[in-house]
């Protein structure tokens, strides 16, 4: 089959978007399919740039290239989705947050422009009358499911897929510190990690891997980190390359992924599939999918106190720490998580 | 966010409005009509721009003072909807039509013609008679823009003639959601001009359960006193009035009393002199509300004559029908669509002749008169009352992401046409192509 | 509630859309007009009368308005008055009631306020009721007149005054008309002058390009000269002295050539006329003459044949394809070439042939000699002194030729041998050798064309 994979894209900006839509399109390949994705540029600021973006992508044609017949379109992101295509499957990483679900939070755009309701009243518009053109709506996750169903009444089916690389994690014996991969900015909450860090009575090392997209983001959670005087027990890996990445996973004591409301999350599979505890948040969305409260990791408040508490737990409690981690990785193969199974599920 | 689609919840409501004591019958009569009503069924936030305000109003609903620079927009976007009240006064309404202008909401227009608000506006507030001829230009052509011409170099010697051809009203409405207007007149026009939704409500003004009209008071017996009340500018037809009663024969069983602020008064005695009407005519000056309705209570026939009008309902001929008075009004504007049976029509071309007409038969009769009082009392509590007002307001709330909906529809195709006219000359499918692309998104 | 209802239409949108493009156009256009617009400097508006200011507070005397006229008056008038200016139809009417002097101008202002739309507007006009009431009685059937000729008589002192003033108003009036005149006429004279100097100096251009023009001219052929001198274009004057030289030099002397041609008087004695193509010195022509046989030949060596015609002889210069192609069909006894053949690519001798077999008479005779590329000698060294021939031609390429060309009774002659050349001897070697080397230098093939 031909099929174009419709994404957006933030040009000089890549994360796990990026890696989802690459690995989809390289998993059709395996498949025998022809595939291709199709990325278009969003900006969605000012609030009204977002309207002219939804008509141009109803504005496309995609139906057919050269006289030959697009067989399927798989629309990832919104705007992306709204493009118009007889045999549309939407497998939705996340609608458009600030409209919705974020609308209220301090993370918010949206709300800060005047016109900002005018805006959001016209993409949940949008979103309510032409998602179900598509013949089958996927989400990435639960969460983004409930998300749907809340805010515009569409059910969807969640669909869950294997992070990059899968085959290539792997586990040794667990060393003195704490891993917390991620992207630096505000929604994934290195700050909370840090204060949790100036409140554990043991001395809890933690290594933050990743970069940050505003570069003044990551000299401001370094100083942060000399404020609260934890900078001795803090190590800034940066971004590093994969290899690298799995070897932390495999030696860490646990892993710590406390975002708020994810949509989804990588950090959390790796974690298991690297036969690795999780230490996250009750209001950290994807990652409850998976993690067991006290068989797989620990799910606290997302408040300083309840995360030193947790760190504290596993290092004082290194053996439980590590059955947990093998849990995990149980868990992790009683999910049936492959490529194969959703392309047989976004191509029925 | 999920408030949104229950119908149970509170809607969240903006009202920006001038408050008490701002000296506009909006303030005095409107607000303080419908704000009990209106904050009870609401989560209410009023947002003014004066320093002071009547801290009473606190007691039914919270205050918020803004400064049109300097607004939080996110505290607006939180409520469900934000209603704008807009008058002819640029002292009262200036800040919250700017408001207006960027953070999209339902307009109260209480002025159809508004033509004196965006002059003093721009030329007197703002200094920037550029903006204004600008404005005239993008609504009215080259016609209009010549018209401004003459108008500032004539020191607004047309001003008139402006107010009747350029009412300017569109630019009242720019960027709203929707409109709310109290007159057949403005409705007619408002959804002539196809691009918002317009909703038509009567004026409010509150009645007492226990109202004490004053009818009962009133005996009927010479002299029969006449009442006109109010800013006594031009358009109150002042020296009119004097002219059909100095040349009634029977002018000795009237007296009329004039209570308001007088332009001028100094010559208007002296024409009242001139006229020999000095035995027959009391000027009162300003006078508060209490004296005011006293005088209303004891009054025979009031005289609310007005030409030119704003096409706005009248909230001083609401306050006429509150005493349960007969009245004489111009046949004009909002005043045309009143029933002759509850008050008597006067025609512009022959004002003098159709007074002198109404007195003489409220000589030979006043109870019909008095009958049209009453009938005018019992169409201010059917239909201007306060309640049914509010739910008006309240639907037209609940339809406000409706509204938002259709706007961007608007906004869109404004761009997108804008976009267009920079690389196409000539198109003749091409609107109607993304017309039809915007309807499928944000059409029902 | 009665709503408008808010339901989004379509065509609304389009019109919407449309609005918008052409509102973007015109104000790209004017942007674009703004840029490209020069600064005007024309002469400046003449105003005979002074601009009208509004009275702030509404109140006029009609002297203030009186000092208009005309045009200019009516607008006043509705702008004072009516505080508005007069549309179209109104100035129009106006103006066409004042001029034609039914009415004046204190009917006009009387007209205007006492107007429903004046009383209105409430201006006050001092001095207008008692003129007015005046104009009015003077209206009057008879008593008008009477009226008219009292106030005419009261009003004469002030008629002479105003006479005398209307007279230096009208002088002042054309006073300044004179003056803008002048004014023009000073604009109109640099405008000339400017005129006059873009023409001057277009004339200069002109003479400056036509100069150009020749250098270039004169470049141009110089450069041509050399490259045809380059690519050997010589003019053939040259190249047929230089022929003739060559000939001489090589060929053999007159007398012996001629001798030689002796040999083919049998074949033409009963077959004239003769053409005689590439005719050269003329030696055969020359023969033939002698022997009372008509014949004339052609060649392009202008020397040559101007040399034959001096002997008598009838030549004509010209490329002898274009002399063959002006010949008639079936009008020449016998055609001959002499060492022409080996001097034409092989395209223009099937051509040659091919013409010769169309002039020919049936049973006419056409001759080729041409050297003899059997002789050793003569086809790898002797055949290349004369730089204009192309390559031998064999006997037995020239015998398929002719056989294809339709003609029959073809011979061979082998020509000329090389006498004083053989070697001595008796032997095999010596007889091939000589025959090789030492044969018959020329051949010449015969052909006759089918018919009596």
Redesign the interface.
Known sequence: MRILIATVQVPFIRGGAEIHAEGLCDALHQAGHEAEILAIPFKWYPP?KI??H??AC??LDVTEVAGTRVDRLIGLRFPAY?IPHPNKVLWILHQHRTA??L??HALSDL?????????R??IE??DR??IPEARAVFANSRNVAQRLK??CGIDSTPLYHPPPNAEKFYYTEAEDFLFFPSRLCIPKRQELALRALAMTRNPVRLSFAGTSDHPDYTPKLESMARKLKIHNRVEWLGGINEDEKRSRYARALAVVYPPVDEDYGYVTLEAMLASKPVITCRDSGGPLEFVLDQTTGLITEPTPEALATAFDFVWENREQAAAWGRAGRVRYESLNLSWTNVIQKLLA | MDQRNSEAARMKINWFCPLPPAKTSIADDYLVGILPALANQTELILWTDQSTWDRNLENLAPVRRYDPDRISWPELNQADVTFYNIGNNHLFHAAIWQVSRRHPGIVVLHDLRVHNFFDSLYRRQWSDVAGYLAQMKRYYGDEGLRAAKDLVNSGAANIDFMIEHYPLTPLALENCLAAVVHSDEAFARVAAMREWPVVHASLPRSLPPQHNDGASLRLMERPYRLIMFGYMGRNRRVDVVLKALSALPERDCFRLDIFGEIPDARSLRRRIAKLDLGHLVRLHGYTPETELNKALRTSHLAINLRYPTMGEASGSQLRIWYHALPSLVTDVGWYSSLSRDTVAHVRLEHEVADIQSHLRAFLKDPQPFAAMGQRSLRTLREQHNPERYVRTILDVAAAARQFRVRKSAYDLARRAGTMMGSWTSKASHEPIRIAEKICEVFGP | MRMNPPQLEIDVLAAVISESMAAQQEDQMLAHNAQTASPKNGPPKLKLQPDFQASADHRYHIHDLLRYHDRVFVQVAYRAVLKRSPDERELLRDLQRLRSGNTNKIDLLAALRFSAEGRAKGVRLDGLVVPALIRRLGQLPVLGYAVRLGIALVRLPNQIRDQREFGSYVLSQHEQIADFINLTGDQINSLVNEQQTIAQRQADLFDDVKSRIDTLRADAVQQLTALRFRIGDLSNLDLDTLYVALEDRFRGTREEIKERFREYLPYVRDNGPVIDLGSGRGEWLELLTDNAIKARGVDRNSFQVEECRARGLDVTEQDLFAYLANTANESAGAITGFHIIEHFSFNALVALLNEVMRVLRPGGVVIFETPNPENIVVGSNYFYLDPTHRHPLPTELMEFLFKNRGFEKIELLPLHPWESGRVAGAGQLAERFNAYFYGPMDYAVVGRKIGA
Do not use: M, T
């Open positions: 009204e309207l002219d939804i008509l109803r504005l709204l919705y679900e609308w209220d709300v800060y422009y005047p016109n900002g309701s005018q805006v009243d016209a518009q949008a009358k032409l809340r805010f």
